[in-house]
């Protein structure tokens, strides 16, 4: 090859790479812009100010692990352990599966089905998978990331995909617009419509638990509502209480304690004294929806908890 031809394959893969780089650029902005339309306006829209547990609440989960056969035990460490749990579904999304603390939840065997998802089409398949191979669902547990709160005013009203776009929302109200709505469903409508077909099944009690950062309560209420099951999720930092490895037994926590979670206050100016401004016991924390049913099973109101920073997975 002359020198000639060199100097012209060298500036076309300049260009190349510049053009490319500056379609990165302007995609990048174009989905940051899907991203902030898709936040409500205020974090923890929906979240009782009182920190505190709901008598229905609480009976619904009791209900619920009677049912089941569930039953708990406190262990040497002080930690509530519960038996006869591993039933249901997991889930974990694509791109997630690395997460240490993710794995370590994943590894108590809590459930009955692992299934992982990218998007919103493929959350819905994976609960019509475990419908058809399990019958009905009795719980399910999701460990992902949720939504991201750098430099972010709030938190989005479902679970994101693949930077916000694809992914799984409450209603299309919350989702983002035009072209980065593709990869995405939502609970009111494709969820209910599984529901309403027979595809999705979910067992008179059933508990749902997002572990997930800044995951709005109305995606949870919204969820309650479709599917009839108590739903849990993090309005703010989702973490694992237990992370201290300064001993033997510290560590050992980690791994007992897989299902001690915390939600706290993020980024955002969530201090003792803005959520005392606001009116709230607390902000940033674990939002609970139950349903209320008539005698034929149909929802007819949800109960709204503000559980505070610990949640502790059934």
């Given at each position: 090859m002359n020198p000639t031809h060199t100097k012209i394959i060298g500036l076309a893969l300049t260009a190349l790479v510049t053009t490319t780089a500056a379609q990165a650029s302007w995609l990048d902005v174009l989905i940051r812009g899907f991203e902030e339309d898709s936040y409500s306006k205020f974090h923890g829209e929906g979240l009782p100010k009182r920190v505190g547990q709901r008598r229905e609440a609480i009976e619904y989960r009791e209900d619920f692990k009677d049912r089941m056969g569930i039953y708990s035990t406190v262990d040497s460490l002080g930690l509530t352990q519960y038996s006869n749990n591993k039933i249901g579904l997991a889930l974990i999304k694509k791109g997630n599966t690395d997460e240490a603390a993710f794995q370590t939840v994943l590894a108590q065997k809590d459930y009955r089905s692992l299934k992982k998802w990218r998007n919103g089409p493929q959350f819905l398949e994976a609960l019509e998978d475990y419908t058809k191979e399990n019958g009905c669902i009795p719980k399910i547990t999701s460990v992902s990331h949720g939504w991201r709160s750098d430099e972010r005013p709030g938190e989005g009203n479902g679970l994101s995909g693949n930077k916000g776009v694809n992914g799984i929302y409450s209603s299309n109200q919350d989702t983002p617009t035009f072209i980065a709505r593709f990869g995405t469903r939502t609970l009111q409508k494709h969820l209910k419509q599984k529901i309403d077909q027979g595809k999705i099944e979910f067992c008179s009690a059933c508990v749902v638990q997002f572990y997930a950062c800044n995951v709005g309560a109305d995606f949870a209420s919204t969820f309650s509502q479709v599917s009839g099951c108590q739903t849990v999720v993090a309005t703010g930092q989702n973490s694992p209480i237990f992370q201290s490895t300064a001993n033997a037994q510290a560590r050992q926590k980690i791994y007992s304690g897989a299902h001690?979670?915390?939600?706290?206050?993020?980024?955002w100016a969530e201090s003792s004294s803005e959520a005392k401004k606001k009116g709230y016991d607390q902000l940033g924390t674990w939002f609970r929806s139950t349903p209320v049913k008539n005698s034929r099973g149909?929802?007819?109101?949800?109960?709204?908890?503000?559980?505070?920073?610990?949640?502790?997975?059934?």
């Open positions: 001690y979670w915390k939600s706290a206050p993020g980024v149909q929802v007819t109101g949800i109960v709204k908890e503000n559980l505070g920073t610990q949640y502790i997975a059934l």
